[in-house]
């Protein structure tokens, strides 16, 4: 349908586990398939342990030593990235995608100034005259600190806050000015008006590079307005996807759906100072506590029935863009 | 508080040094220069104030005589005060290995001033101690730079790379580890030649005792690497597409140089010992030239041992070396430890 041929991204029934010391594998993530295009912000959703970090890590192959990707492809600009050697590799990353880590504190070297580390990333992957890697690393840093770029670039990263020091990640990561990012929680660890300021900064460098992202989080809030899609997992798997307005406004899928009610909003104060307690799903997402059959929300989720239990709701697409893993949606 | 323990302990070692390395200067004879007149002489002692009481300024020794009344007890000839002399001219020798010089910080005027006695061919104890430390400090140090490079070697391809190369290469280390040592130092020379140059011995002696020793500075770097390498921001450089190599150098390798510099402070004098105990059994640096080793390698006939009581005061010389050794390679330690804390609690704040 021709819409393969234009996809930068194209990830494929990608299994990912993680060994254990007993040889017990857990699956982080279970046929998980979708579609960047160019230019393209997809947020990812999940709470904690939905396998958004492995999903992140996965992509470029940075999964710590005990975990595997078991089956699937990931097709980058056409290259299967699953397949790639290692010096392959090396170009890709950091060069075509960088991927953003959640905490800058630690993602950091302590002992390089601000403006070494990014020249360091142009290094690897140009060879270019000192000068011009020197006047280059300048440039970038500039894009992501208009004002105080010579300062930053002589300082270390204790001598930075959060979110300058998240700048300086995202001033790496678009250094040799790759077609894609992959931000895993990038705001996670930064105080809310530093969060929005990292997120402007996201979205005013996706008007002048054109890039393609795929923004992971656990707050639906910084999603919109942002992100074009939205891409719900739950315990490894895709439960919902589609346009950001579509899946943000009228979510479909039950889990999508608690998920948004317990998301407490700020502003709707209860009337006569009465107090409301905030909706939870009931149980949690513990490797442990999923079912090792049928739909993997059923044993949390409000709207169960006899079939969730038996078999595995595959992706059904509702409506133009947005598709649900739910037997509700069953025809 | 931690820096200013370590500056006094390098201070403390350099000045040691610096006395062994200027051997030449601050040792008044040559250390191979024979005596048979004096043999076994006990050491002179310094003196300032003469029988009579007066006070000079200038040190002075006096000579041994024989006691009259015995065959072989001897005294302070105190009628015959030999005063020290300062910066004079003697045996030449070279600076440092390469300078050509003769001026000596002490000596005596006619009469041989040998403050830690002489030996059985009458040869300078003070001498021999001072240059004899050239040879050892020098293969501690040589022997310490080979092993901590093989155990780096070792440790950190094991560290980094893991499974089954970590596994052969700690496996062999442990082999190492468990084999006695000091045998196998004798049984590697014995396979040698035994009549060999004093130089050739010198690099033998290097070569045995840093071949052997790396097992344990290797797993000790091993576990520092493998913490390393799983540091966030050796992640995060993986990401941006560092290399292997890159990632070793810059990222992995400087986490290392704590364990090295301690292991190095503690290396270096359980160096000089091994090289003191294969010159003891004559597999060391063969005599003429003096070693801590066998200018101790006396001491195994019985009469010296109860005979000459000073041949001992060597020992009692180098206790000074390598408690300074000890010192710094704690202090070291302690160093590394609080940078260590320091990172630590520097990742929890945002």
Known sequence: ?331 | MTRRVLTRWLIVLLGLHGLVVCAGFFSPYNPAEQDRNHVYLPPQLLHLVDPTGHLHFRPFVYPWKLRPDTPDLREEDTAHPLPLRFFVNGAHYRLLGVFPARLHLFGGEDTRICLLGTDAYGRDQFSRFLYGGQISLLAGFLGAALTLLLGTLVGSVAGYFGGLIDDALMRFAELFLALPWLYLLFALRAFLPLAVSPLKAFFLIIGVIGAVGWARPGRLIRGVVLSAKERDFVRAARGFGATDRYLLWNHVLPETRGVILTQAAILIPQFVLAEMTLSFLGLGVPEPVPSWGNLLSNLQQYSVLVSYWWMYLPALLMVPFFLGYLGLASSLQERTETYMIERRSLGGVT
């Open chain 1, 1 to 331: 349908m021709g819409l393969e041929m234009t996809a930068l991204l194209a990830v494929q029934d990608l299994h990912v586990s993680y060994r254990s010391r007993g040889g017990i594998a857990f699956q982080a993530l279970t046929g998980v398939s979708f579609q960047l295009m160019p230019g393209e912000i997809l947020g990812v959703l999940g709470e904690s342990g939905s396998g958004k970090s492995t999903l992140a890590a996965s992509l470029l192959r940075l999964l710590p030593e005990h975990g595997q990707i078991t089956k699937g492809s990931v097709l980058f600009e056409g290259k299967d990235i699953l397949q790639a050697g290692s010096v392959e590799l090396q170009g890709i990353r950091g060069s075509r995608i960088s991927l953003i880590f959640q905490e800058p504190s630690l993602a950091l070297h302590p002992t390089m100034r601000a403006g070494e580390q990014v020249r360091q990333v142009l290094a690897a992957h140009e060879s270019l005259p000192k000068r011009v890697l020197k006047e280059k690393t300048r440039q970038v840093l500039a894009t992501v600190f208009p004002e105080e770029e010579g300062r930053i670039s002589h300082s270390y990263p204790h001598q930075l806050s959060g979110g300058q020091r998240q700048r300086v990640l995202i001033a790496q990561s678009i250094a040799c000015g790759p077609s894609l990012i992959i931000a895993d929680e990038p705001t996670a660890s930064l105080d809310p008006t530093t969060q929005m300021e990292i997120l402007g900064v996201f979205q005013s460098l996706r008007e002048k590079l054109d890039l393609a992202m795929i923004f992971i989080t656990h707050n639906p809030a910084l999603l919109a307005g942002f992100a074009d899609r939205v891409l719900v997992l739950y315990g490894g798997r895709i439960v919902e996807v589609g346009a950001a307005a579509t899946v943000l406004a009228s979510p479909q899928h039950p889990y999508t759906k608690a998920l948004f009610r317990s998301v407490p909003r700020p502003l709707e104060r209860p009337r006569n100072g009465e107090k409301v307690k905030l909706p939870a799903i009931p149980g949690d997402s513990l490797p442990s506590s999923l079912p090792s059959e049928g739909c993997p929300f059923e044993p949390r989720c409000a709207d169960r029935m006899d079939l969730c239990r038996k078999r595995e709701p595959e992706l059904i697409r509702i409506g133009g863009t947005q598709a649900v893993s739910c037997f509700k949606f069953e025809s």
